[in-house]
C-alpha cells in the first residue's frame, strides 16, 4: 500500500471520527516502537482516548481486510507505542484507553473529473464510498476495543 493511499485513508477515519464527537489528538505519531495512526479523545458519554489502527486494502487482499495483520507481535508494539505516548503526555495518562481498528476499503479510480477544492471536510459515513482523489474511499468497518 502506498503512503498516499495510507495517509487518505487515516485522513477518511479521522474525519469520520470528528463527526462522531471525537477530537484527534495525533496522526501518524512515531516513536521508537513504531506508529500510532490516530490517537483521538471524547468526552461523552465518558472521557477515553483510543489509539486507532488504519488498515486500508483493495479488493482480493489475502489479509480478511487487514484483520489479520493486527498479530499479536503488532498488538504488542502498538502498546508500548501507546505507553509511551501516555509518558510523553501524561495528562492523558489518567484516562481510560482502548485500542480501535478501522477498516477501510479502497480502489483507485480512473478519469476521475477534477472537483471543486472543498471547504469543509466531507461527510463521512460507515459503507458509503467517498471520492477522494483518484481513489474512491470507504469506511467498511470501525470495530471498538478490538484488543485489550
Given at each position: 500500500?502506498?503512503?498516499?493511499?495510507?495517509?487518505?485513508?487515516?485522513?477518511?477515519?479521522?474525519?469520520?471520527?470528528?463527526?462522531?464527537?471525537?477530537?484527534?489528538?495525533?496522526?501518524?505519531?512515531?516513536?521508537?516502537?513504531?506508529?500510532?495512526?490516530?490517537?483521538?479523545?471524547?468526552?461523552?458519554?465518558?472521557?477515553?482516548?483510543?489509539?486507532?489502527?488504519?488498515?486500508?486494502?483493495?479488493?482480493?487482499?489475502?489479509?480478511?481486510?487487514?484483520?489479520?495483520?493486527?498479530?499479536?507481535?503488532?498488538?504488542?508494539?502498538?502498546?508500548?507505542?501507546?505507553?509511551?505516548?501516555?509518558?510523553?503526555?501524561?495528562?492523558?495518562?489518567?484516562?481510560?484507553?482502548?485500542f480501535?481498528?478501522?477498516?477501510?476499503?479502497?480502489?483507485?479510480?480512473?478519469?476521475?473529473?477534477?472537483?471543486?477544492?472543498?471547504?469543509?471536510?466531507?461527510?463521512?459515513?460507515?459503507?458509503?464510498?467517498?471520492?477522494?482523489?483518484?481513489?474512491c474511499?470507504?469506511?467498511?468497518?470501525?470495530?471498538?476495543?478490538?484488543?485489550?
Amino acid at each position: 500500500m502506498s503512503q498516499q493511499i495510507g495517509r487518505l485513508a487515516e485522513t477518511l477515519v479521522a474525519n469520520w471520527l470528528k463527526q462522531q464527537n471525537w477530537q484527534i489528538l495525533a496522526q501518524r505519531w512515531h516513536c521508537r516502537w513504531g506508529e500510532l495512526d490516530l490517537v483521538a479523545f471524547t468526552e461523552t458519554p465518558q472521557p477515553w482516548i483510543a489509539f486507532v489502527e488504519v488498515k486500508a486494502r483493495s479488493s482480493g487482499n489475502w489479509d480478511a481486510d487487514g484483520l489479520l495483520a493486527i498479530t499479536p507481535a503488532k498488538q504488542e508494539k502498538l502498546l508500548r507505542a501507546a505507553q509511551l505516548f501516555l509518558s510523553t503526555y501524561p495528562e492523558q495518562a489518567e484516562l481510560p484507553c482502548r485500542f480501535d481498528v478501522a477498516i477501510v476499503h479502497y480502489q483507485q479510480v480512473y478519469d476521475q473529473p477534477q472537483s471543486s477544492p472543498m471547504t469543509s471536510p466531507p461527510t463521512v459515513e460507515l459503507g458509503q464510498p467517498l471520492p477522494m482523489g483518484q481513489y474512491c474511499l470507504m469506511l467498511q468497518d470501525y470495530i471498538v476495543a478490538a484488543f485489550e
